[in-house]
Every structure is written in structure tokens, then in C-alpha cells.
């Protein structure tokens, strides 16, 4: 099932609807890395909150997506892991390192505003 | 453990039933595939029960320990001090015989003559042998008459249903009290000795009779024993098991200081299971309450081996993958040392050396600022 990546003000919002086959991840990171700079974004939100599982598969690309999307020039925040996931993927030894994590969409929108801003307000000075 | 199903506790009761109970489950099912699943068993033996199908005898009493290999007939356990047991003796269980159910009748009338003496008997060695000292010598005379005549009743009818109720029902009252398996065991022994020894005293002229009374007896009175000492057991365990659950539940708060700032204070022994228990507490907790910050506080526990110190690592990184960020506070010096020699990973670990340094530094990273009401007016 193909993922729908909204555009929201400079973010785009991707929210997972039901779970992913290996397929439609490596789709989703096609879609994903091209809108970013199509759409001219400084943020990616990929919200998972219906994800109850997660392999090993399914983590490496959503860091992938992560580290790439930086590279193109845009922040990625993953929202809604849930707790049994969370502490799954823990114990696989799947972190996410170096990827920003928020509680949900909410959480998210606001870590990447705080982080524009700042990064606006600095380059004015 | 729902695979489980609650099952009554004597084999002979109701053959196919229990020969095995684990800690956690009260009694099993013996059929050979589930008793795979369990990590460790708990044998006791019955003289003649079922496992996996057939007839097994002469089961007798093997303690805990983990199922190594199990075939149609045979067992072999590794037990907790190392040794492996092997139970391999099968054969179809024999019916009581008609000698046997005559002779145990016999045996019962001797026994309900000599109510008075035996009892007194048995009475005084228990004072003797200085067992059951939590109660007074009256209660125990009024506990000794009631074992005695379902004793008696177990022998006659050979089911053990009343015993066993009887068993539970007399250990609900006095393991508060504070009586040791020991003495449960104890002096159902004595009980099983005076009755012999009055049996030798009645047949000591006839040697053949004698022989032949105390084979009905031996095997009907082992099994008494090991129904009652089973019981016990299982009703301090299931006592034990309460206890535990309460405690656990009370002795992980997560609480909410702040908005969005939670803390998790940890007191005492830390085991993997209630590590676990943690973690899920706390991510759920911070679901619940939207938090950002969440201060553990670990100064009221002494040590932590290194599983339990990985299983720390562990929930401070499933909480940042809810987007919460975690300080742990309070590490005392074995602590530290032990996460150091584990090489966990200390840039993850945000750690502040107390409490009240943790909720500052959480405020400070909320956006909080605490003032005194005079400086600020």
C-alpha cells in the first residue's frame, strides 16, 4: 500500500496507514527523497503511529531515509513509535541513531518549527 | 501460562493430570508436548500416574529442574543442583486388588480402635520433636484429631480429595502463623510411623500378615504424605506469588512532577522480571502523559548485575524513541562501575549525580525556570 506524503507549509507529512511490505518502503524512500527537493522542503515528518511492527528491514531504510533526506538538505522526524515497538526494536538493536524521534504528529511539528526558528533567528544575526 | 489450564493436584485422582507443577502455574496437564514449553518443572512423584499417555510408576520425587529429553516413556530431567535424573520405569498401573482394599479395611478398623492411644501417641512425639511450637498444645491435639480421622478416611475410600482440601485449608491458617514445611512434613512422618509402629505391636506374633498389611499400607501412606507436604507447598507458593505481585505493583510508581516531566523513582533489588515491568510502566507512562523528560531515579538500589544494567540502557532508548528524553540519577558507585565495565555507551546516557540536579536539569531542558518569590518580586 503506497504511503500519501502531504505538503504542509515547507514540511511534508508521510503517514504510514497500515503496514508495509519491503516494496512499498524502498517506494516510500523513492517518493520521499525526490518530493523533498521537488517541493522545496526543510522537513520530513514520517509518522508510524500504526506501524505494530517493525523488522530490521523496515528500520534501516526509515534511518536511510533519515540520513538521505539530510543530505538533500532537509531534517526527518519519525513520530508515533509505539511502546512495545519501541522497546522491541531496542532489544534488536535497531536505535535509529542520529535520526530525532517525537511522540506524535503534534510533538513533531513542534520540534521542527523550534528548530527552523532558531536556525532562522541565527542566520539573522 | 493461559496454555494452562488449572488442574486438581493428585495424579491418582485423575489419571492424565499432573505429575508436574511449575512455579506460576498451579498444576499442569502432563501431556508431553506442553511440558516442553516450561523452562522448569516440578516433579513430584505419585506412586502411579500418567505422563504423556501412559502409566508411569514409582514416580517418586525429583524437585525442580529442567526437562532434558521426553519420549513416550521415558523422562530425563536436569535438576537445579546438576544432577539428571532419569525416569524410564513404565507400566500399566494396577488396580487395587481385592487383598489389598481387604486388608487396608482392616488396617482401617484397627486404626479407628486405637483412636485415643495412637493419637496421644503421635501428639507427644510432635511435642517431642519440638515441631509446630507456633501453636499452643490444645490447638495442636484439635489439628492432630482431624488429620488423624482424614488420615483414616483416605485409607479406607483411597481418594484423596478431602485430604487435600483439608491439607490447603489447615495451611491457609497456619502459614501466617509462621509453621515451616519442615514440620508439615514432619509430622505427617511421625504420624506414618506411629501408625506402623502400631501395626508391628498388633501383628507381631503373624510375620506373613504383617509383611502383607504393610503393603497395603506403605504405598497408600507415602501417598498420603506426599499429598499433604504437596499441598503445603503449593499453598506457600501461591502465598509467595501474591505477595510478589503486590509488591511489584506498588513498588513502580511513575509519576508526573511537572507537565510533560515524569519521574520513576527505583527502590531496592532489581530482577529482570520487574526490570521488564519498569520499562513497560514507563512507556506507557509516557504515552499517557505526553512527557519530554523522564528522571530515573536509582539512588535506593544498592547493585545491578549486568543485564539488568543493559536492560537500563535499554528503556533510556526505547524512551527516546518515543521522543522522550530520559536523565538517570543517583548512580551509586557499584553502579557506575558496573556500567562502565558492561561498556554501555555513556554519550547516551544522560546521568546528573542526584535527584534534585535531575529535576533541574529536566526544567532547564522544558523550558522551566524556578524562582524564589522575593528575588522575582
Known amino acids: 500500500m503506497e504511503v500519501p506524503i502531504l505538503k504542509q507549509g515547507g514540511f511534508l507529512i508521510a503517514t504510514v496507514q497500515a503496514a508495509l511490505t519491503d516494496a512499498d518502503l524502498l517506494q516510500l524512500r523513492r517518493a520521499l527523497v525526490e518530493r523533498v527537493v521537488q517541493m522545496r522542503s526543510y522537513g520530513v515528518i514520517l509518522d508510524v503511529t500504526a506501524l505494530d511492527v517493525m523488522d530490521s528491514f523496515a528500520s534501516r531504510t526509515i534511518r536511510e531515509i533519515a540520513h538521505i533526506i539530510r543530505l538533500r538538505g532537509a531534517e526527518t522526524v519519525i513520530v508515533g513509535i509505539q511502546p512495545e515497538v519501541a522497546f522491541a526494536m531496542v532489544q534488536l538493536g535497531l536505535t535509529l541513531e542520529g535520526v530525532a524521534t517525537a511522540l506524535d504528529l503534534e510533538e513533531g511539528l513542534q520540534y521542527l518549527n523550534q528548530k527552523f526558528k532558531s536556525a532562522a533567528s541565527s542566520a539573522k544575526h | 501460562m493461559e496454555r494452562y489450564p488449572q488442574l486438581i493436584h493428585s495424579a ?12 506460576g502455574v498451579e498444576a499442569i496437564d502432563s501431556k508431553e508436548e506442553d511440558l516442553r514449553y516450561l523452562p522448569e518443572v516440578f516433579c513430584s512423584c505419585f506412586l502411579d500416574c500418567r505422563l504423556g499417555g501412559r502409566m508411569v510408576r514409582k514416580f517418586m520425587y525429583m524437585g525442580r529442574g529442567t526437562i532434558l529429553q521426553m519420549e513416550r516413556s521415558r523422562l530425563m530431567v536436569r535438576k537445579r543442583d546438576g544432577d539428571v535424573v532419569t525416569q524410564n520405569e513404565t507400566a500399566e498401573a494396577t488396580p487395587r486388588s481385592e487383598t489389598t482394599t481387604r486388608l487396608l479395611r482392616e488396617l482401617v478398623a484397627h486404626l479407628r480402635q486405637n483412636r485415643t492411644p495412637v493419637r496421644e501417641e503421635w501428639v507427644g512425639r510432635i511435642t517431642e520433636a519440638q515441631l509446630l511450637m507456633a501453636m499452643t498444645k490444645e490447638e495442636i491435639f484439635a489439628e492432630a484429631t482431624s488429620v488423624y480421622d482424614s488420615y483414616v478416611a483416605a485409607l ?27 514440620e508439615v512434613v514432619g509430622i505427617v512422618l511421625l504420624l506414618r510411623d506411629v501408625l506402623a509402629r502400631s501395626l508391628f505391636a498388633k501383628y507381631q506374633g503373624d510375620f506373613e500378615q504383617l509383611n502383607r498389611i504393610l503393603d497395603a499400607y506403605e504405598p497408600a501412606a507415602n501417598r498420603i504424605a506426599n499429598t499433604v507436604a504437596v499441598g503445603f507447598v503449593q499453598e506457600r507458593e501461591r502465598v509467595i506469588r501474591q505477595q510478589q505481585e503486590a509488591i511489584r505493583e506498588l513498588s513502580t510508581p511513575v509519576l508526573q512532577v511537572r507537565e510533560r516531566l515524569l519521574i520513576l523513582p527505583i527502590i531496592g533489588v532489581i530482577d529482570p522480571q520487574r526490570a521488564r515491568q519498569l520499562t513497560e510502566q514507563l512507556l506507557r507512562g509516557i504515552r499517557t502523559n505526553r512527557a519530554k523528560v523522564v528522571v530515573i531515579d536509582i539512588t535506593g538500589v544498592a547493585a545491578m548485575d549486568a543485564s539488568v544494567a543493559n536492560h537500563l540502557v535499554q528503556t533510556v532508548e526505547a524512551s527516546r524513541l518515543l521522543g522522550a528524553t530520559v536523565i538517570v540519577t543517583g548512580l551509586s558507585p557499584e553502579i557506575a562501575q558496573t556500567l562502565v565495565t558492561i561498556g554501555v555507551d ?22 522551566y525556570k524556578v524562582v524564589m518569590i522575593a528575588e522575582a518580586g
Open chain 2, 12 to 23: 491418582t485422582e485423575s489419571p492424565g493430570n499432573c505429575i508436574m507443577s511449575h512455579p
Open chain 2, 156 to 182: 479406607e475410600t483411597g481418594t484423596f480429595e478431602a485430604l487435600q482440601n483439608y491439607a490447603r485449608n489447615l495451611s491457609e491458617r497456619i502459614i501466617p502463623r509462621g509453621v515451616e514445611t519442615h
Open chain 2, 346 to 367: 555513556l554519550g547516551k546516557m544522560n546521568t546528573v549525580g542526584d535527584l534534585q540536579g535531575g529535576i533541574e536539569q529536566a526544567e532547564r531542558l522544558l523550558g
